[in-house]
């Protein structure tokens, strides 16, 4: 089955922006559909970003625009890209998919999530 | 808008939790999952569309519910499942949406 591996820098400064990327394998990243969600210390799940089956994206309004996802079918990579960080956004960003035939409505698979913290 | 009670749930080994979820509005039963999630780890799905488990999910996990109220009942408490458990909507706004979990402790 599909297998996903986030990575990114760790540690970013304020104002700057955060890129991630969630590394597929096992599996074409194209029959899957992908969100990013991530979980502030201590804290519960939020809903990021998402990419539809069909190619749209959708955000969570109340990230206010700073968020763009995208995909790269060549190398398998589905990526965060969130601008004008605060200590807000200090969290854990998992990358979490389902496949296309599934429900559409759950997260079937989750990579292990990559710590982001937000300090200068 | 998604609420879960209790915050937390003590009960001891063997017991049965119930889990509650509930939404600010109707919505449809396919649309309302929940995860499991322990320490460092990420959330594992373990009911999709209200009633159904994945593959590979025990069915010591049972999800029922409908309009604004769902529950996930956990049967014959094990040590591995003393977690937190969260309750997720799709198709609201935002598009997917997260309760604040109930955390299963030892009592």
């Known amino acids: 089955h599909v297998q996903l591996q986030e990575s990114g820098p760790g540690l970013v400064k304020p104002s700057e922006t955060l890129s991630l990327t969630c590394s597929v394998s096992g599996d074409s990243i194209t029959d899957y559909c992908w969100s990013w969600i991530r979980q502030p210390p201590g804290k519960g799940l939020e809903w990021i970003g998402h990419r539809h089956c069909n190619g749209r994206n959708d955000y969570n309004p109340s990230l206010k625009g700073r968020v763009t996802v995208s995909i790269d079918t060549s190398k398998n990579l589905f990526s965060l890209r969130l601008t004008s960080v605060t200590a807000a956004d200090t969290a854990v960003y998992y990358c979490?998919?389902?496949?296309?035939?599934?429900?559409?409505?759950?997260?079937?698979?989750w990579g292990p999530g990559t710590p982001v913290t937000v300090a200068s | 808008v998604l609420t879960q009670s209790p915050g937390t749930l003590s009960l001891s080994p063997g017991e049965t939790a119930t889990l509650s979820c509930t939404t600010s509005?109707?919505?449809?039963?396919?649309?309302l999952g929940w995860y499991q999630q322990k320490p460092g780890q990420a959330p594992r799905l373990l009911i999709y569309s209200t009633f159904h488990r994945p593959p590979g999910i025990t069915d010591k996990f049972s999800g029922s519910g409908s309009g604004t109220d769902f529950s996930l009942t956990i049967r014959s408490l094990e040590p591995e499942d003393f977690a937190v458990y969260y309750c997720?909507?799709?198709?609201?706004?935002?598009?997917?949406?997260f309760g604040p979990g109930t955390k299963v402790d030892v009592k």
């Open positions: 979490a998919t389902y496949k296309v035939t599934a429900s559409g409505t759950v997260f079937d698979y």
């Open positions: 997720q909507l799709f198709g609201s706004s935002p598009l997917f949406s």
């Open positions: 509005q109707n919505v449809n039963t396919d649309h």
